[in-house]
Protein backbone atom coordinates (compact mmCIF):
# COMPACT_ATOMS: atom_id res chain seq x y z
CA UNK A 1 0.00 0.00 0.00
CA UNK A 2 0.98 3.94 -0.75
CA UNK A 3 1.74 6.30 2.44
CA UNK A 4 -1.72 7.69 1.65
CA UNK A 5 -3.63 4.51 1.25
CA UNK A 6 -2.26 3.70 4.90
CA UNK A 7 -2.64 7.19 6.34
CA UNK A 8 -6.84 7.31 4.55
CA UNK A 9 -7.24 3.73 5.27
CA UNK A 10 -11.06 2.54 4.00
CA UNK A 11 -11.30 6.81 3.18
CA UNK A 12 -9.74 5.89 0.20
CA UNK A 13 -12.58 4.93 -1.25
CA UNK A 14 -14.24 8.39 -1.18
CA UNK A 15 -11.35 10.01 -2.97
CA UNK A 16 -12.18 10.71 -6.80
CA UNK A 17 -11.65 7.70 -9.18
CA UNK A 18 -9.11 9.73 -11.10
CA UNK A 19 -7.04 10.68 -7.68
CA UNK A 20 -6.89 6.66 -6.87
CA UNK A 21 -3.55 5.92 -9.53
CA UNK A 22 -2.48 9.15 -8.27
CA UNK A 23 -2.44 8.33 -4.91
CA UNK A 24 -2.52 4.36 -4.79
CA UNK A 25 0.73 1.94 -4.95
CA UNK A 26 3.24 2.26 -7.87
CA UNK A 27 3.95 -1.34 -8.72
CA UNK A 28 7.65 -1.72 -8.03
CA UNK A 29 9.89 -1.06 -11.53
CA UNK A 30 7.10 1.00 -12.83
CA UNK A 31 6.72 4.58 -12.90
CA UNK A 32 4.24 7.19 -12.62
CA UNK A 33 4.44 10.77 -14.85
CA UNK A 34 2.77 13.73 -15.10
CA UNK A 35 2.67 16.64 -17.31
CA UNK A 36 1.27 20.10 -16.78
CA UNK A 37 1.09 24.05 -16.16
CA UNK A 38 1.52 25.73 -12.92
CA UNK A 39 -0.53 28.53 -13.61
CA UNK A 40 1.72 30.32 -10.54
CA UNK A 41 4.36 29.19 -8.22
CA UNK A 42 6.46 31.17 -6.10
CA UNK A 43 5.64 34.47 -3.81
CA UNK A 44 5.41 38.21 -4.95
CA UNK A 45 6.97 38.88 -1.16
CA UNK A 46 11.02 39.56 -3.07
CA UNK A 47 12.22 40.29 0.89
CA UNK A 48 11.24 35.85 1.20
CA UNK A 49 13.59 35.39 -1.71
CA UNK A 50 17.04 35.36 -0.04
CA UNK A 51 15.74 32.63 2.32
CA UNK A 52 14.16 30.72 -0.49
CA UNK A 53 17.56 31.03 -2.81
CA UNK A 54 18.93 28.96 0.06
CA UNK A 55 16.31 26.50 0.14
CA UNK A 56 16.83 26.15 -4.17
CA UNK A 57 19.80 24.68 -3.35
CA UNK A 58 18.31 21.54 -2.15
CA UNK A 59 15.88 21.38 -4.37
CA UNK A 60 12.57 22.26 -1.95
CA UNK A 61 11.17 25.76 -2.79
CA UNK A 62 12.49 28.68 -5.19
CA UNK A 63 13.06 32.59 -5.61
CA UNK A 64 10.48 33.49 -7.92
CA UNK A 65 6.79 34.59 -9.06
CA UNK A 66 5.97 33.20 -12.12
CA UNK A 67 2.83 32.44 -14.33
CA UNK A 68 1.72 29.77 -16.83
CA UNK A 69 4.97 27.54 -15.59
CA UNK A 70 5.30 24.04 -17.94
CA UNK A 71 6.39 21.23 -15.07
CA UNK A 72 6.21 17.51 -14.98
CA UNK A 73 6.13 15.21 -11.90
CA UNK A 74 7.79 11.67 -11.50
CA UNK A 75 6.94 9.59 -8.57
CA UNK A 76 8.43 6.14 -7.84
CA UNK A 77 7.90 3.64 -5.17
CA UNK A 78 10.64 2.77 -3.01
CA UNK A 79 11.84 -0.67 -0.92
CA UNK A 80 11.24 1.53 2.42
CA UNK A 81 7.58 1.85 1.45
CA UNK A 82 7.44 5.21 0.54
CA UNK A 83 6.99 7.70 -2.37
CA UNK A 84 9.84 9.76 -4.20
CA UNK A 85 8.68 12.62 -6.22
CA UNK A 86 10.71 14.90 -8.73
CA UNK A 87 9.14 17.87 -10.02
CA UNK A 88 10.30 19.95 -12.76
CA UNK A 89 9.63 23.56 -13.18
CA UNK A 90 10.37 25.44 -16.43
CA UNK A 91 10.98 28.47 -14.56
CA UNK A 92 11.71 31.78 -17.11
CA UNK A 93 15.40 31.46 -15.22
CA UNK A 94 15.59 28.05 -16.28
CA UNK A 95 14.97 24.57 -14.75
CA UNK A 96 14.55 24.39 -11.42
CA UNK A 97 14.20 20.43 -9.56
CA UNK A 98 12.28 19.96 -6.52
CA UNK A 99 12.11 16.73 -4.90
CA UNK A 100 10.57 15.44 -1.80
CA UNK A 101 10.06 11.80 0.12
CA UNK A 102 6.32 10.58 1.61
CA UNK A 103 6.08 8.22 4.04
CA UNK A 104 4.39 6.89 6.96
CA UNK A 105 5.81 7.57 10.54
CA UNK A 106 4.70 7.59 14.48
CA UNK A 107 3.99 11.41 13.56
CA UNK A 108 1.07 10.30 10.73
CA UNK A 109 1.71 11.35 7.01
CA UNK A 110 5.42 12.72 6.82
CA UNK A 111 7.39 14.62 3.82
CA UNK A 112 10.71 15.05 3.70
CA UNK A 113 11.89 18.04 1.61
CA UNK A 114 14.92 18.54 -0.59
CA UNK A 115 17.67 15.71 -1.91
CA UNK A 116 19.12 16.02 1.85
CA UNK A 117 15.85 15.78 3.78
CA UNK A 118 16.35 19.47 5.03
CA UNK A 119 13.22 19.80 5.78
CA UNK A 120 10.66 17.20 7.26
CA UNK A 121 6.51 18.23 7.48
CA UNK A 122 3.86 16.01 8.92
CA UNK A 123 0.40 16.03 7.32
CA UNK A 124 -3.06 15.02 8.48
CA UNK A 125 -4.93 13.33 5.86
CA UNK A 126 -8.47 14.04 4.51
CA UNK A 127 -10.76 13.61 1.89
CA UNK A 128 -13.51 16.45 0.83
CA UNK A 129 -16.13 15.87 -1.78
CA UNK A 130 -13.94 13.55 -3.58
CA UNK A 131 -11.32 15.66 -2.98
CA UNK A 132 -7.66 14.65 -0.80
CA UNK A 133 -6.70 17.57 1.36
CA UNK A 134 -3.19 17.75 3.61
CA UNK A 135 -2.65 19.91 6.48
CA UNK A 136 0.62 20.40 8.10
CA UNK A 137 0.71 19.65 12.08
CA UNK A 138 4.46 20.43 12.19
CA UNK A 139 7.97 20.58 10.43
CA UNK A 140 11.30 20.06 11.37
CA UNK A 141 15.02 21.23 10.13
CA UNK A 142 17.29 19.13 9.61
CA UNK A 143 20.52 19.90 11.47
CA UNK A 144 23.72 17.56 10.55
CA UNK A 145 22.66 14.45 12.45
CA UNK A 146 19.70 16.25 14.61
CA UNK A 147 16.01 17.29 13.64
CA UNK A 148 15.00 20.26 15.21
CA UNK A 149 11.53 20.48 15.54
CA UNK A 150 10.48 24.43 14.46
CA UNK A 151 7.27 24.32 16.83
CA UNK A 152 5.48 28.42 16.31
CA UNK A 153 8.22 28.61 13.44
CA UNK A 154 6.64 25.82 11.58
CA UNK A 155 4.87 27.21 8.01
CA UNK A 156 1.19 26.02 7.82
CA UNK A 157 1.14 23.96 4.68
CA UNK A 158 -2.38 23.23 2.91
CA UNK A 159 -2.26 20.90 -0.14
CA UNK A 160 -5.62 19.98 -2.12
CA UNK A 161 -6.02 17.80 -5.15
CA UNK A 162 -9.15 17.13 -6.91
CA UNK A 163 -9.91 16.32 -10.30
CA UNK A 164 -11.98 17.06 -13.58
CA UNK A 165 -11.86 14.41 -15.25
CA UNK A 166 -8.76 14.03 -17.89
CA UNK A 167 -7.12 16.24 -15.63
CA UNK A 168 -5.81 16.91 -12.25
CA UNK A 169 -5.74 20.00 -9.96
CA UNK A 170 -3.27 20.78 -7.07
CA UNK A 171 -3.06 23.71 -4.70
CA UNK A 172 -0.41 24.21 -2.29
CA UNK A 173 -0.18 27.42 0.21
CA UNK A 174 2.51 27.84 2.65
CA UNK A 175 1.76 30.37 5.35
CA UNK A 176 2.44 31.85 8.49
CA UNK A 177 -0.26 33.57 11.11
CA UNK A 178 0.39 37.42 11.25
CA UNK A 179 2.45 36.93 7.89
CA UNK A 180 0.16 35.62 5.26
CA UNK A 181 0.93 33.38 2.19
CA UNK A 182 4.61 32.93 2.24
CA UNK A 183 5.01 30.35 -1.10
CA UNK A 184 2.29 28.65 -3.20
CA UNK A 185 1.83 26.99 -6.60
CA UNK A 186 -1.55 25.42 -8.36
CA UNK A 187 -2.54 24.16 -11.80
CA UNK A 188 -3.13 21.29 -13.90
CA UNK A 189 -1.63 18.08 -15.41
CA UNK A 190 -2.11 14.80 -16.74
CA UNK A 191 -0.85 11.72 -15.21
CA UNK A 192 -0.04 7.92 -16.20
CA UNK A 193 1.63 4.99 -14.19
CA UNK A 194 4.06 2.97 -17.09
CA UNK A 195 4.42 -0.51 -16.43
CA UNK A 196 8.58 0.00 -17.26
CA UNK A 197 10.57 2.76 -16.73
CA UNK A 198 12.07 4.64 -19.73
CA UNK A 199 14.96 6.78 -19.92
Known amino acids: M ?15 PGLR ?11 GRGEGVFDVVGTPRRWLWSVFALLALDGIVFPVWAHAVPFTVTNRSTARGTVQATRTF ?32 TFTVDVATGRLVLRSTG ?13 ALSPRV ?7 GARQ ?5 MS ?15 YRVEEKEHG
Do not use: C, K, N
Open 139 to 151: ATLRLGPVRVPLG
Open 158 to 164: TLVERTD
Open 21 to 31: AYFGQIPAGSV
Open 2 to 16: SPWERALGERVAELD
Open 90 to 121: RLPGGDAVMTDEIGITSAGLTDRLGRHSLISS
Open 169 to 173: HVSLR
Open 176 to 190: LPYVGTLYEYSGSFT
